[in-house]
């Protein structure tokens, strides 16, 4: 077997779940591989600490279950907030901001509704003499070298019939 090497055998289940023919072929390989020989040991010793682990066994402080057990208790007998309390704390700020918000969209209307934040529709008129309304509906402003759409139009077509195109 010295073609096939052992270390998959070792990554797809524990040493301790190893049949005594699998470990007595790991072992005959491992006479003439290195690399197999080392995978091995780390496997076996790897295998004998975790049982040792395994085997130990921890004594409980008794202090501590009384400790624990007092936790448990206290817990359970303190007096838990209602649920609309709890929902308030973490709903209170989004809460407020919609409503500071409703207050001030509320004033703009009011306000804006009464003309004090918009200026008188003739003012702004006045003031402003290229407004879009004033060049698309002014016709009565063409020159004498200006065409008019209905002048424009057939223009045109006409140019790009005699082209032939």
């Given at each position: ?9 070792l ?8 049949s ?17 020989k ?11 600490l ?31 907030e209602p ?14 901001s ?37 060049v ?17 139009i ?12």
């Amino acid at each position: 077997m010295p073609d096939t090497h052992i270390i998959k055998m070792l990554e797809e289940k524990p040493f301790s779940s190893l049949s005594p023919a699998d470990i007595a072929r790991a072992e005959s390989h491992t006479d003439s591989c290195g690399e197999c020989k080392s995978a091995y040991n780390a496997a076996r010793i790897a295998a004998l600490l975790i049982e040792v682990r395994a085997s130990e066994i921890v004594e409980v402080v008794p202090f501590f279950k009384t400790r624990v057990m007092a936790t448990i208790r206290e817990r359970q007998l303190s007096a838990e907030e209602p649920a609309l309390v709890r929902m308030w704390r973490a709903a209170s700020a989004l809460v407020s901001s919609m409503g500071i918000l409703l207050v001030i969209l509320t004033g703009f209307t009011i306000f804006s509704g009464s003309g004090l934040l918009m200026p008188p529709t003739d003012v702004v008129a006045g003031q402003n003499l290229y407004s879009p309304e004033y060049v698309v509906l002014d016709r009565g402003g063409l020159g004498d070298d200006e065409l008019a759409n209905d002048q424009l139009i057939p223009t045109i077509y006409d140019l790009e019939d005699s082209d032939g195109q």
